[in-house]
């Protein structure tokens, strides 16, 4: 790097130092809504930091141009971070402060929470014995192919909901036997959910996607962490589940698009620990530059409604509008992601998105706070953490407004169902034994 460039390269680093700095002393706890959103935001920049200005996505824009779009998308995130800091409510923070009892339930929830994520786990077995004729052996054989060849996956492709449904809520069935493991005090419950566990986690890894399986690991984290104060207990543990979530998403981008057995690719390919983000940040900039030079948009109306009826199963709408290659035009390729803003700036232009950007960053926020009422509930801090997941979705890319809505609503309503479950046997137990337990 020059000067210049080495300039603005330290820029980003002094923002996500200060930015972070800033919302721990407005947060003063990780699971905070404003400090994971501040989080998120950096995460968007985390490629940047690693790799500087080398990428081909802005190889061919003069480097003063890159500086003017770098510090607009920061402005951008300081117009969010900072208004947000002053989002409070008392009542909803305060249920920070008592995360541990987010962790007990009576034995007969434990049970029900259990049942139903067993039965979500089945039910994804079953998709994909069902998808290759009944055999076992070929959903192993599948399994270990390229994501996107086995065929449950040519199946959700086509429209199958059902197929796409299940796929999307495993992980809420992997988080439901992280929680369950760590809050029974069972052996034998402990032992079987972490057996459902570790196989719901292997269903996950071969499908491809490192997001759920991140959320996954920092859930079973949370959970055991919160369970056990002892801080040499704390410290393995947190050193073995970062170990791991490395091992892991360096497997999947080795493997995931080659498949995890040799017999898949000529291409001999060696583990090794890899560290790769989206490039997301990279193809924003693309973004605004083609938004000043091309004036071509995209139709802001046809985007969202498009969006907006995504949820309808083609079974039922089977001419259901979808986005097309010739939609996209220069912006994006159909298969990558340009963060909410290149989206933005697609369809409003540079000074659209310099006044919606922030618009969407606080909408999102204020979903992100308000889900801070999950934590009252038994395996709220699951559903809390998945939301938090939805918003980190959203501001990759807009079409998860809807396309990754399933997940975080079925978590919603399963914990406040579980919630009212257990309220409803508490004043049972009172009603029955009145006030015996102080006597």
Not at 170 to 186: E, H, Q, T, V
Not at 292 to 297: A, F, R, V
Request: hydrophobic share 50%; glycine share 6%; aromatic share 18%.
């Amino acid at each position: 790097m020059n000067g210049e460039t080495g300039f603005y390269y330290l820029v980003h680093w002094g923002f996500v130092f200060l930015s972070l700095t800033f919302s721990w002393f407005r947060a003063r706890n990780v699971l905070h809504p404003h400090f994971v959103l501040t989080t998120i935001l950096c995460v968007f920049l985390s490629d940047f930091l690693v790799r500087g200005y080398d990428d081909q996505n802005i190889s061919s824009i003069d480097v003063r141009d890159v500086f003017s779009y770098q510090l607009i998308i920061l402005a951008i995130f300081v117009l969010t971070i900072v208004p947000a800091a002053f989002v409070s409510n008392r009542q909803y923070e305060g249920l920070l402060k008592q995360l541990t009892a987010g962790i007990r339930m009576s034995r007969k929830v434990q049970s029900m929470v259990l049942l139903m994520c067993t039965g979500l786990l089945l039910a994804e077995i079953l998709k994909r014995l069902n998808s290759v004729g009944w055999s076992f052996g070929a959903v192993i054989e599948q399994s270990l192919q390229p994501r996107g060849l086995r065929e449950w996956d040519i199946q959700s492709l086509q429209g199958n909901f059902f197929f796409s449904v299940l796929r999307s809520l495993l992980p809420f069935a992997a988080i439901g036997f992280a929680y369950i493991g760590s809050a029974s005090k069972s052996a034998s419950v402990v032992i079987a959910s972490f057996v459902l566990l570790l196989t719901s986690m292997a269903i996950l890894i071969t499908d491809g996607s490192r997001t759920p399986v991140v959320m996954v690991c920092t859930a079973f984290w949370f959970f055991w962490v919160l369970r056990y104060r002892n801080f040499a207990f704390r410290a393995l543990l947190t050193a073995i589940v970062a170990v791991s979530v490395a091992a892991l998403t360096s497997l999947m981008y080795l493997f995931r698009s080659f498949g995890y057995g040799t017999a898949n690719t000529s291409e001999a390919r060696e583990f090794a620990f890899t560290y790769h983000q989206d490039d997301s940040y990279y193809r924003a900039l693309q973004a605004f530059h083609w938004s000043e030079i091309s004036g071509e948009s995209w139709n802001f109306f046809e985007f969202f409604y498009i969006i907006l009826t995504n949820p309808i199963p083609r079974a039922i709408w089977p001419g259901k509008p979808t986005f097309d290659e010739a939609f996209w035009g220069g912006y994006k390729l159909s298969y990558v992601t340009n963060l909410y803003l290149g989206e933005l700036v697609a369809t409003v232009g540079i000074f659209g998105t310099v006044i919606l950007g922030p618009v969407v960053g606080l909408l999102l926020y204020f979903i992100l706070f308000r889900s801070l009422l999950l934590l009252k509930y038994p395996m709220g801090i699951g559903a809390y953490l998945l939301v938090g997941l939805y918003v980190y979705m959203c501001m990759r890319s807009l079409a998860n407004i809807t396309l990754f809505l399933y997940l975080p609503a079925f978590a919603v309503l399963i914990v406040w169902f579980v919630g009212r479950r257990q309220t409803i046997a508490k004043r049972r137990w009172h009603s029955a034994h009145g006030d015996a337990m102080f006597r």
